[in-house]
């Protein structure tokens, strides 16, 4: 018998389609059942709904590119802290 507690560790299992059927089956009755944690299923999938539909911004090519001569260029200066008197 499935618990509630159960429910929340196999829940993205679940939603993505890789429980096998009996599991799959086993989880359907107890939401069938509890409503609790057929509330807790349907948040769970809004929030991977959002996460899945989320694009993380493009970068500009023309920034990095700044930065990175910006970088070079302080790599191939010295820098008067690095030099020993010794």
């Known amino acids: 018998?499935?618990?509630?507690?159960d429910i929340t560790l196999v829940a993205s299992d679940y939603v993505d389609g890789r429980?096998?059927?009996s599991k799959r089956l086993a989880v359907v009755a107890h939401l069938i059942?509890?409503?609790?944690c057929r509330r807790f299923m349907a948040n769970f999938r809004a929030v991977?709904?959002?996460?899945?539909g989320h694009c993380p911004p493009?970068?500009?090519?023309?920034q990095?590119?700044?930065?990175?001569?910006?970088?070079?260029?302080?790599?191939e200066k010295p820098d008067a802290h690095d030099l020993n008197d010794d």
Request: proline letters at 3%; charged letters at 30%.
């Open 1 to 5: 018998m499935v618990k509630c507690r």
């Open 19 to 21: 429980l096998r059927w």
């Open 33 to 36: 059942m509890c409503p609790h």
């Open 48 to 52: 991977v709904t959002v996460i899945r």
């Open 58 to 62: 493009q970068s500009d090519t023309r």
């Open 64 to 75: 990095i590119e700044t930065f990175k001569r910006t970088v070079d260029g302080a790599l």
